[in-house]
């Protein structure tokens, strides 16, 4: 049972427009998301986070949103470069009752950004 | 400014032989982590470790084992391969505990074939 959902496996947009990513969760005990992108044979690098008393976390052209009452998240770049095609993972962690901060992740989004 | 680091980079094994991966962080983290990814799909939690002497099984723990005898090494041993761990392993550390919401830092994943 998927707990973290990306349920776009793709998305392509063109450079300076918005790009939007989306990701479900239906764990309602997660409590911390995050956003990783990954280059093909590198590890993943963090991007963003938001904990769940927040609805939304800007940190330059990224910004998460949270809805908690809909379990849903979404990262937004703008404007998209195209450096920032990559694979997108959502991730979510349960920091309460001992989890040790394990992460679920989803399966991952590639976005592609054109010139 | 090394971070988390993982040898070797690439490895063939064949079925039934034993290989360590070695994962090693110079940030002085308690947690530790290990994953795989199989194509299309998001980590999979395998091993974790919350300080030297301390491991636990993730979500897909078979066919691997795990020491944590320093705060720096995390190695993650397979006994006898098998076409199934035929997948890109990542290592991963955490800020200890007490300092709030913390991102997972990775290394670059070591990509092992079993054949």
């Known amino acids: 049972d998927q707990q973290v959902k990306q349920n776009s496996p793709s998305l392509s947009v063109q450079e300076g427009r918005i790009s939007i990513l989306n990701c479900d969760y239906t764990n309602s005990m997660f409590d911390y998301f995050l956003w990783y992108k990954k280059y093909p044979a590198e590890g993943p690098t963090f991007l963003i986070s938001?904990?769940?008393?927040?609805d939304k976390n800007e940190d330059g052209r990224f910004t998460v949103f949270l809805n908690k009452s809909a379990k849903h998240l979404s990262l937004h770049i703008v404007p998209s470069q195209p450096g920032d095609s990559a694979v997108y993972f959502c991730a979510a962690s349960d920091n309460s009752g001992g989890s040790n901060y394990k992460l679920t992740f989803g399966k991952g989004t590639l976005l592609t950004v054109n010139p | 400014n090394a971070g988390v680091t993982q040898t070797p980079k690439f490895r063939i094994l064949k079925i039934g032989q034993s290989m360590t991966l070695q994962c090693t962080q110079d940030m002085n983290h308690n947690y530790m982590y290990w994953y795989r990814q199989d194509p299309g799909m998001g980590l999979k939690l395998i091993y974790y470790?919350?300080?030297?002497?301390?491991?636990d099984k993730g979500e897909v723990p078979n066919g691997y084992n795990v020491s944590r005898s320093t705060t720096e090494d995390f190695p993650l041993r397979l006994e006898l391969a098998a076409p199934s761990q035929t997948s890109v392993y990542f290592c991963?550390?955490?800020?200890?505990?007490?300092?709030?919401?913390?991102?997972?830092?990775f290394g670059d994943g070591t990509r092992l074939s079993i054949l």
């Open positions: 938001i904990s769940s008393i927040k």
């Open positions: 991963a550390s955490r800020k200890s505990t007490g300092l709030g919401n913390q991102p997972q830092h």
């Open positions: 470790s919350v300080g030297a002497g301390i491991t």
